[in-house]
């Protein structure tokens, strides 16, 4: 069974697009699930409206939360209502290719070994857009074994992940964590993890997108406790794993290199320390996205930006 799994608030304008693309997918979806955080425009009305006109009251429902719980915790919690072996999520703002549903789902049985499928995205500032060729040949598939990279590298909506993992390491999940870092590192860690080397969607940019707000000091410094905090549930949870014990000490000294690392920006931000920025720069263990984040820091760091 193939679960959708949608978050939404306020996204009248742009959310019967992705509706649309979601139905269109060349290999349908058994259920979609779209959970609205109490939105204050006509989001919900949209929703339903598309649902009737299109006769998908058996298969897609749209649940509204009493209260605002923000997107993290929206989607998951709201994983407890998909009922899929394999779920995908979804933003509300995007367009899937026609065929996403059916290479990712094609990539998992094929390799009962991936739990988690991700890929390229497309960035799309709006306007008119066409389709682009997808890469077929499921052997051009990246899976990466190794966890240097243990930081998102794409969205989490170009991904589809197993229930059963899922299921396996919630136990594990940090409060406050976002649903898709979680499961990437999970996946990132344990070897389960692919990655589609092309675009499956266009990833609509605009003033509101989550990702592209600004990052205060307190938020900077509340993202170090939450990534110690993820890192060390995420070891608890290699320790419970029945696997080769040589590659799992290894993956936990990294995790251990990677949470001094950044007990070392921890300094920075919140006791000015500037004798670990030298450690910072050269970062081996990918805990920034860009360099150029460590100026950043540091400029937070002394009160220079907020």
């Known amino acids: ?21 979601i139905l269109k997918q060349s290999c349908p979806l058994d259920e979609v699930v779209i959970i609205d955080d109490k939105s204050t425009d006509a989001t919900v009305e949209v929703v339903q409206r598309f649902i009737r006109l299109n006769a998908l009251e058996k298969t897609w429902k749209i649940y509204t939360n009493e209260f605002n719980c923000g997107w993290k915790s929206n989607f998951i919690n709201g994983v407890e209502k998909t009922n899929g072996e394999i779920v995908f999520f979804s933003d509300q703002d995007d367009i899937w290719h026609p065929d996403k549903v ?35 040949d499921f052997d051009e598939i990246v899976i990466d074994k190794r966890c240097s990279h243990y930081r998102m590298e794409v969205s989490g909506c170009t991904m589809a992940f197993r229930r059963s993992f899922y299921d396996a390491i919630k136990p594990y999940y940090t409060e406050g964590q976002a649903h898709d870092e979680f499961l990437w590192q999970a996946a990132q860690i344990t070897g389960s993890l692919a990655m589609l080397t092309d675009a499956t969607i266009l990833h609509r940019i605009h003033g509101n997108n989550e990702s592209r707000k600004k990052r205060g000091a307190e938020e900077r410094v509340n993202s170090c406790f939450l990534a110690i ?16 014990a040589g590659a799992t000490h290894d993956k936990i000294a990294l995790l251990n290199k990677r949470i001094d690392l950044v007990k070392a920006r921890l300094s920075l931000l919140t006791n000015k320390n500037l004798l670990v920025v030298p450690k910072l ?26």
């Open 1 to 21: 069974m193939l679960s959708l799994l949608m978050s939404s608030y306020n996204g009248q304008e742009y959310i019967e697009q992705q509706l649309e693309s």
């Open 102 to 136: 059916r290479l990712q789902k094609e990539i998992m049985e094929n390799n009962s070994h991936i739990n988690v499928v991700a890929s390229r995205e497309n960035l799309w500032y709006g306007g008119e857009y066409v389709f682009w060729d997808l890469i077929r």
């Open 229 to 244: 905090a993820s890192m060390t549930h995420m070891i608890s949870f290699l320790k419970k794993m029945d696997v080769d």
């Open 281 to 306: 720069i050269i970062d081996r263990y990918n805990i920034y996205y860009r360099k150029r984040q460590i100026i950043k820091d540091i400029f937070c760091a002394f009160g220079l930006i907020r």
